[in-house]
């Protein structure tokens, strides 16, 4: 399983990206998906995932800026960033687990920087 991450840059506070991740599967309604953050000398933290059935969860803090989706027919799950803070500044990674075996895939992380 291979999950590339694009997406990432440098954005004003305030500003919006759009990151994406497409996965090398051969199913790809077998696994949920989702996006985790590491910032600077902290830990990585879950920030968003989508089920195989496309139910959606958020850490609070990125609630009602962030949104994550899935398209199927890509293998491919997206994640909206919207009105980013400077303490959003982190290497963001695509996850994926599959739903049979819990088996876990990591991307190699895309850089989002938010600073003026």
């Known amino acids: 399983v291979q999950l590339v991450e694009s997406g990432g840059g440098l954005v004003q506070p305030g500003g919006s990206l759009r990151l994406s991740c497409q996965a090398s599967v051969s199913i790809f309604s077998l696994y949920h998906m989702g996006w985790y953050r590491q910032a600077p000398g902290k830990q990585r933290e879950s920030v968003a995932s989508?089920?195989?059935?496309?139910?959606?969860y958020y850490a609070d803090s990125v609630k009602g800026r962030f949104t994550i989706s899935r398209d199927s027919a890509k293998k491919t799950v997206y994640m909206q960033l919207n009105n980013l803070k400077p303490e959003g500044t982190a290497a963001y990674y695509c996850?994926?687990?599959?739903?049979?075996?819990?088996?876990?895939?990591w991307g190699q992380g895309t850089l989002v920087t938010v600073s003026s």
């Open positions: 996850h994926a687990r599959h739903v049979l075996n819990n088996q876990d895939y």
């Open positions: 989508v089920t195989t059935s496309g139910t959606t």
